[in-house]
C-alpha cells in the first residue's frame, strides 16, 4: 500500500464573521497589554485566545512572578500598564504566603520610599494565577473588548500589501476576522510566520514545569526547570532541546516536562512518607521561553544595552543583574512586509540576552501597550499605516498614559 504525500482539501468560502479595528492574537499579558491600550482608545477590538484563561504562561504555567519593574540601582524604568496589572495580581492578597510565592512588592517602592532600601529590594511581585486568572478576565469584558475563547489562529488573508482578515477556528466552525491593524501576541510568532514575515527560530527550549503542591495545609510553588542558556544557545543547557514551532516536539515538552513533576513528587513523598502531598495546578501550556520571534528592520540585542533609540516606545531593565537598561523601539516590534502588523511580547524582533530578558512578563506588558496604542492611533491618524505614525506624538501619548520613557533612564551611572 502507497502511502498518500498529500490530500486535497476542497475549497470554500469562509464567512466574515465580524470586523474590527485592532485584532490582537494572543491573550498573554502582552495581548491583554496590547488590547486594553487600544480598548483605551475607542478603537474596536477582538482578543483571540486559544486558551480558556488569559495571562498566558503566568497563569496558565504558573510562572507567576512579575520580574522587576526596576534597574537593580533603585530607579523605576517600567510603569504604565505593566505596573497597573502588577498591582492588579496581587489585589487579592490579604496576607504574603512565601511557601506558595505570593508576594506583594516591597514596601518601599510605595511613593516616597528610600532610595538605597530600594537598591537592596527590586520592585517585582509574585501572585497567586488563579486569582489573576478571574482578575484579567473581568478586566477585558469590561473594558469593551469582545473576547474570543477556545480559538484557534489559522491563518491570514491580504489584499493590496495588507492584512486584511485572521482566519480562526473555534465552535462557531472556520471563520474570518476583519480588521484594520493586527497583533501578533502569540508568544510564537504565529501570525507573523503565517503572514509570511521573516522570523527566528530555537530549537533549544529545556524541560521545565512549575506546580503547586498542597501538604499539612501549607500551598508550595515547585519552580521546577533544567538548566538553560539565558541567550537562547545550548551552551550550559541541560537536555533534551525542543521547538515551540513543532507540533511534535510540543507534545513531547509537554509530556516529559510533566514526567519531571511526576519523579519530583515521588521524591516529596519518599522524602516525607507521613505527610500527604497532593499536587495542585500542574501547567496547562507548554513552558517555552524562547521559541520563534520575528525578525524586523532592528533586533534589539545586548549590546543595544543603555542606547536610547529616536523612536523608543518604552524601557526595561535587566532582571538577572542590576544596571542594565533597554529601550525599546517601535521597529522592534513592526512588521516588515505589510505596514499594519505588529508584534509584542515575547515574539518581537530581539534576539540573544536582550531576547532573554524582553520576554518576561512585565516588558512583554510593555510592548503589549505600546503596540495597542500605536495601533489605535493608527487605525485613527494613517489608515492602519504604522509606519507613518508621527513617533513623537505616539511617545508623547504613552507618557500620557504613564509610561516612563525619557533618554536619562537608560544612562549608565
Not at 495571562?55 to 512579575?66: C, I, K, M, R, S
Not at 512565601?98 to 530600594?118: I, V
Not at 519518599?270 to 520571534?293: K, L, N
Not at 543595544?304 to 543583574?321: L, M, P, T
Amino acid at each position: 500500500m502507497v502511502r498518500q504525500q498529500h490530500i486535497r482539501e476542497s475549497s470554500r468560502e469562509i464567512p466574515v464573521q465580524s470586523e474590527y479595528d485592532v485584532v490582537v492574537v494572543g491573550g498573554g499579558m502582552a495581548g491583554v497589554a496590547a488590547a486594553l491600550a487600544a480598548a483605551r482608545h475607542a478603537a474596536r477590538v477582538c482578543l483571540i485566545e486559544r486558551y480558556c484563561a488569559l495571562g498566558g504562561l503566568a497563569t496558565l504555567g504558573n510562572v507567576a512572578v512579575w520580574l522587576p519593574l526596576c534597574d537593580g540601582r533603585g530607579h523605576q524604568v517600567i510603569s504604565g500598564l505593566a505596573e497597573d496589572l502588577l498591582k492588579l495580581s496581587v489585589a487579592d492578597l490579604k496576607a504574603e504566603s512565601p511557601s506558595a510565592w505570593f508576594l506583594r512588592p516591597p514596601a518601599c517602592w510605595q511613593a516616597g520610599g528610600d532610595l538605597e532600601e530600594r537598591t537592596r529590594n527590586r520592585y517585582k511581585a509574585a501572585f497567586n494565577p488563579a486569582s489573576m486568572i478571574l482578575r484579567l478576565e473581568k478586566l477585558v469584558v469590561e473594558s469593551g473588548i469582545t473576547l474570543l475563547y477556545d480559538t484557534r489562529f489559522c491563518a491570514v488573508h491580504h489584499e493590496n500589501g495588507r492584512l486584511s482578515h485572521v482566519v480562526v477556528e473555534n465552535k462557531s466552525g472556520r471563520v474570518a476576522l476583519a480588521g484594520k491593524v493586527f497583533i501578533d501576541a502569540t508568544g510564537d510568532a504565529d501570525l507573523c510566520f503565517a503572514a509570511g514575515e521573516k522570523t527566528e527560530s530555537l530549537h533549544s527550549n529545556v524541560l521545565a514545569g512549575w506546580f503547586y503542591t498542597m501538604s499539612s495545609g501549607a500551598l508550595t510553588l515547585h519552580k521546577l526547570t533544567h538548566p538553560y542558556s539565558t541567550d537562547g544557545t545550548r551552551d550550559k543547557a541541560q537536555g533534551p532541546f525542543f521547538r515551540g514551532d513543532d507540533g511534535p516536539d510540543v507534545t513531547a515538552h509537554i509530556v516529559q516536562s510533566r514526567n519531571l513533576v511526576r519523579e519530583r513528587l515521588a521524591e516529596l513523598r519518599t522524602t516525607a512518607p507521613d505527610q500527604d502531598i497532593q499536587p495542585i495546578m500542574p501547567a496547562t501550556m507548554a513552558a517555552h521561553r524562547m521559541t520563534r520571534r520575528l525578525v524586523a528592520d532592528v533586533s534589539l540585542s545586548e549590546q543595544d544595552v543603555h542606547h536610547w533609540f529616536e523612536d523608543a516606545i518604552g524601557v526595561s531593565g535587566d532582571w538577572h543583574r542590576p544596571g542594565p537598561v533597554y529601550a525599546i523601539p517601535l521597529q522592534a516590534l513592526r512588521g516588515v512586509s505589510y505596514p499594519n502588523l505588529l508584534a509584542a511580547g515575547r515574539c518581537i524582533s530581539a534576539t540573544g540576552y536582550a531576547w532573554e530578558n524582553l520576554r518576561a512578563i512585565a516588558p512583554c506588558a510593555v510592548t503589549g501597550e505600546a503596540a495597542g496604542t500605536a495601533a489605535a492611533l493608527a487605525v485613527r491618524e494613517t489608515g492602519g499605516n504604522i509606519a507613518a505614525l508621527d513617533i513623537p506624538s505616539l511617545q508623547q501619548e504613552l507618557k500620557r498614559q504613564g509610561v516612563l520613557l525619557d533618554p536619562s533612564l537608560v544612562e549608565t551611572s
